[in-house]
């Protein structure tokens, strides 16, 4: 009896217990159903229900105070002849709502009329309609933040009705960036609001609504209590009392108000220097633990000290970055800001900044960054340094703090020399930046050589003129052969960092001149570290393609569709490359080296005139080899400032003329006299030599349009053409660009170094063409962001083992999403640092909507939930190039970089999808082919995702992750099959040949 007794009990109290709950939101209808409404709006994809008035608030009300949905209304379709019935539902819908008009204040008007309200409590403390719907009703349900009478008294303060709220909130900018802010709150936080009506209702009247909706992400009450960014977790008592109070009182000091008056902080916190305190507030709180705790200062001993720090931090951080106007563009950011900055900053564990740590290195790096001290540098001080230049400034400087860090990383026990030269390059950065990357994509672990090539690369920049372009191109071409040898595994890191070091010390005359020097690096140095040909040209072809692939052991044998194929990525690339260099039609190298030689040899004194007359005779041999190209066609692929190149053919029977006639005569000096115009001739051809080696290396498919054309690589523009000298040296080494200019041949523009990156787009591949292409919805730069994350792409970095490690892990990460409970929602969301907005979204999708549950997670999340360490993956990542200052790839999560987002002008959406690449490698694995397959197929595959993949806005990453992913398996192997016509898949009885 006892136990139906306590049976009876325990039912009596849940329902007691769920009346006593304030619902913290509520199901409604969207006005017409979601389709037509965001067909109204013009918002396509339509957005998820979960998300709906997140995405939808965001999307009116991103930018522009004055783009009312009044004004939406007009255009699509409100007006009489609407383009069709839908439309004119909703627009009747709204009308009803609004008392048959649209106010023309841009607030939402009501006649006080309104329908039955429905509501019922549900799980998760969310009132939703009862079931009384049918189907297709209940699909255009989605959750409102608080309830509709919450909203008819504290932000309205007229009744609306259940039916009115989607309509109502989203005709007024203010009552819909109240919502988009309360959208991301947590339940409790919600359940606070509910409680203190009126400060909605203050932070509408006092301006603060645009910061609200920004920055509300991080905020937190519990318990009465604001739980302010880095304090410790509420549940756990023990370790909260200790960290409190390091974490609370920093920011009682800039807030100017107890976190204990949870209502009064938050007035100050959104109100506060219009809304920029709070967005240092939600910067901070999305930063991962370590970078957190630099910001805070947790890693200083002294807490007034600390205090201090974080009051000039805060002052920094307000009063910087001007050119964002919070109000009227909430959901924009400055470039290269606070949330970049702090974001940029490489930390240890505790929260201490990464060597080179000391201000008095800094100091001398950054103009006007502060004293020579030995202390560290700390948030306030990194922000007063940064915050303080203009746009570009802040690039560099970031680029530089970025560069200087990972250098250090890599030198290991730097002497004081190695800190010297570090310095130097370091400082250095913004004048010779593609040169110093370049020396970090090869593995250069050397100080003493950044230091060396910087001064180096000094000297070479000085000539103008075409002897200038003969130097440069001399340098940066030897330079990258190196770096693209290194990177298809034909020279190991040290090997690489040697030939690099010897490129480096060739001697440069006083007049800028070679002289040769370069042609013995080529034909003693790199030949030495590089395996032999027949010839120089076959070994440079051969190195730069690489072995069969980057496993060890023999190349993989494929079967694929009935054949016999074996995996040879450098065989692959040897073809491509004879075949452009074939188009190029220019000499090969050899010609210039073999002049170099006996032009070195004729001018050394001392040489007998029979050696002489035999050096001749190898030069008139190969004379007729030399065309004959006249000056219009010199013109015609003539960089600007460079010079008129030297009429080759010309100038070698002129020397071989007089060479034979001074042999003759038996005139020793003559003969030396003879040959100095051979020395300048052979330094020109092998600049040109090394140009379109490294311009084949790039330019992609030989039957690309770049071809057509004569060889390109001769209009190759390094800047000589600019009269300021400063910022001519800055073109000849900045990272290199594509100029498609009116009237002007196509050409690059830059430093030969990095030459992959102007040309990324030629990376891609289009396979096929079905109907009519229409503009791409992406922006022109993360157009170029996902075209650069292909050309970064590297085969040889790309096994087999972490393919299936890959596959492993992001099966783990989906198991634990579809088997994920309410309890166990928040532990995953901290797992992938999920931001407010999609926790409550996730919460409301596994109540009604499980089965769509995996959809709102990236792969590169499903990686890390499945236990995927993405810096193991770095390699399948996306390029890092505007996150992270570096042209390497890296594989991050949307939670981990929501700082950076905000910046369409920067591309950095695309650097957080990794979901194609990670998609590739799952259907590889499930085709049983090489993972070294996946730049093939990449190539193709997102070259289809540019041209189709239609987010609703530049920061929708959510549509780009579910679109990289629909790529089928016959797709797939339509990819595929390019590798088996024109790429590394060959059959076994041909791949030898090849």
Not at 553 to 564: F, K, N, T
Not at 569 to 594: C, F, M, N, S, Y
């Amino acid at each position: 009896m006892k136990r139906v007794f306590a049976c009876l009990t325990i039912v009596a109290v849940f329902p007691l217990h769920l009346a006593a709950a304030t619902a913290v939101s509520e199901d409604v209808p969207v006005p017409g159903g979601r389709a037509a409404f965001t067909r109204m709006l013009g918002i396509d994809p339509i957005p998820d229900r979960g998300p709906f008035m997140y995405d939808v608030t965001r999307l009116l009300f991103d930018n522009d105070p004055q783009r009312s949905p009044e004004r939406l209304a007009l255009r699509f379709g409100f007006a009489k002849d609407a383009r069709g019935a839908s439309d004119n539902r909703i627009a009747n819908d709204i009308r009803r709502a609004n008392n048959g008009r649209f106010a023309t204040d841009g607030r939402f008007a009501t006649d006080g009329r309104s329908a039955t309200d429905g509501r019922s409590a549900t799980d998760g403390r969310s009132a939703s309609l009862s079931g009384e719907r049918s189907r297709a009703t209940a699909d255009d349900l989605v959750p409102v933040p608080l309830t509709v009478d919450f909203w008819s008294d504290h932000v309205f303060h007229r009744k609306v009705s259940r039916d009115e709220l989607v309509a109502a909130i989203v005709s007024d900018r203010q009552a819909a960036l109240l919502c988009h802010g309360l959208a991301s709150l947590d339940d409790e936080t919600l359940q606070f609001f509910s409680e203190h009506g009126s400060l909605l209702s203050r932070l509408a009247e006092r301006l603060a609504a645009p910061a609200f909706a920004a920055f509300s992400s991080t905020l937190r009450v519990h318990a009465n209590r604001v739980v302010a960014p880095g304090a410790p977790r509420p549940a756990d008592r023990a370790v909260a009392q200790v960290e409190r109070d390091d974490v609370s009182p920093l920011w009682e000091a800039v807030v100017a108000e107890k976190v204990t008056r949870p209502e009064r902080f938050i007035q100050q916190l959104f109100e506060a220097n219009e809304g920029r305190l709070a967005y240092l507030y939600d910067v901070i709180g999305q930063l991962d633990p370590g970078r957190r705790a630099f910001a805070l200062g947790l890693w200083m001993p002294n807490a007034a000290v600390r205090v201090e720090r974080f009051k000039a931090l805060t002052s920094a951080g307000v009063n910087s970055f001007r050119e964002w106007h919070v109000r009227t563009m909430p959901f924009a950011r400055a470039s290269y800001d606070v949330g970049m900055t702090l974001a940029r900053i490489e930390v240890d564990e505790s929260g201490a900044p990464a060597a080179p740590a000391a201000r008095g290195f800094w100091s001398r790096v950054l103009p006007g960054s502060g004293s020579d001290e030995d202390r560290p540098i700390d948030a306030a001080w990194l922000l007063e340094s940064i915050g303080s230049a203009d746009v570009r400034q802040r690039s560099e400087r970031l680029d530089q703090l970025a560069f200087g860090q990972r250098v250090a990383r890599i030198v290991a026990a730097p002497t004081d020399r190695d800190r010297a030269d570090m310095l130097y390059a370091v400082r250095m950065f913004p004048r010779f930046r593609m040169l110093l990357l370049t020396l970090e994509r090869i593995g250069v672990a050397n100080a003493a050589v950044y230091g060396a090539a910087v001064r180096q690369a000094a000297r070479v920049s000085v000539p103008e003129g075409h002897r200038g372009f003969v130097a440069l191109a001399q340098l940066q071409g030897g330079l990258a052969l190196v770096a693209r040898a290194a990177a298809v595994h034909s020279l190991d890191a040290s090997k690489a960092e040697a030939v690099v070091s010897r490129l480096i010390a060739a001697p440069l005359g006083e007049d800028g001149r070679y002289a040769g020097a370069v042609a013995r690096w080529v034909r003693e140095d790199l030949a030495n570290g590089i395996a032999p040909a027949a010839d120089m040209e076959t070994a440079i072809i051969n190195a730069i393609s690489g072995p069969s692939s980057g496993e060890r052991g023999s190349s993989a044998r494929v079967s694929w569709e009935g054949g016999q194929y074996r995996l040879d990525l450098g065989a692959a690339e040897r073809q491509r490359l004879r075949r452009v260099r074939e188009k190029q039609e220019t000499l090969p190298i050899d010609v210039g080296l073999t002049i170099a030689a006996a032009a070195r040899q004729l001018v050394s004194d001392g040489t007998p005139l029979a050696e002489a007359q035999g050096v001749v005779g190898r030069l008139t041999a190969m004379a007729d080899g030399v065309p004959r190209r006249s000056r219009d066609d010199e013109s015609d692929n003539l960089a600007p400032g460079a010079g008129m190149p030297a009429a080759q053919h010309e100038v070698l029977r002129k020397g071989i003329d007089e060479l034979t006639k001074a042999i003759r005569s038996k005139d020793g000096k003559r003969v030396v006299r003879a040959a100095e115009p051979l020395v300048d001739l052979a330094d020109e051809m092998l600049a040109y030599s090394l140009l379109s080696i490294a311009y084949a290396a790039e330019v992609g498919d030989p039957d690309g349009a770049v071809l057509l054309a004569d060889d390109v690589s001769r209009r190759h523009d390094f800047g000589f053409g600019v009269r300021d000298s400063d910022i001519r040296l800055r073109t000849a080494w900045s990272p290199p660009r594509q100029e498609v200019i009116p009237n002007v041949p196509w050409h690059v523009t830059g430093s030969l170094l990095g030459l992959d990156i102007a040309l990324a787009p030629l990376a891609l591949r289009r396979i096929s063409v079905d109907g009519v292409l229409e503009a791409p919805r992406l922006t022109a730069p993360e157009r170029e962001s996902f075209a650069l994350s292909v050309s970064l792409m590297n085969p040889f970095a790309l096994l087999d083992r972490d393919r299936d490690a890959i596959v492993d892990a992001i099966a783990r990460g989906t198991r634990r999403v579809e088997t994920l409970t309410d309890q166990a929602l928040e532990s995953l969301a901290d797992d992938i640092s999920m931001e407010g907005w999609r926790r409550r979204a996730m919460r409301w999708t596994l109540v009604h909507e499980r089965d769509r549950l995996v959809s709102m997670l990236s792969l590169g999340e499903l990686l890390v939930l499945g236990g995927g360490r993405p810096n193991d993956f770095a390699a399948w990542g996306m390029a890092a190039a505007a996150s992270y200052g570096c042209f390497c790839t890296r594989v991050m999560t949307p939670g981990r970089s929501a700082a950076l987002m905000g910046r369409p002008q920067l591309g950095l959406v695309a650097s957080v999808v990794s979901d194609l690449n990670l998609h590739v490698a799952m259907m590889l694995r499930r085709l049983a082919l090489p993972a070294a397959l996946a730049r093939v197929v990449v190539s193709g595959a997102m070259q289809d995702f540019i041209d189709t993949v239609k987010p609703t806005d530049p920061g929708d990453w959510l549509t780009l992750a579910r679109a990289a992913r629909t790529a089928t398996r016959e797709r797939i192997e339509d990819y595929v099959a390019v590798a088996t016509a024109a790429g590394p898949l060959m059959p076994v009885n041909t791949s030898q040949q090849r």
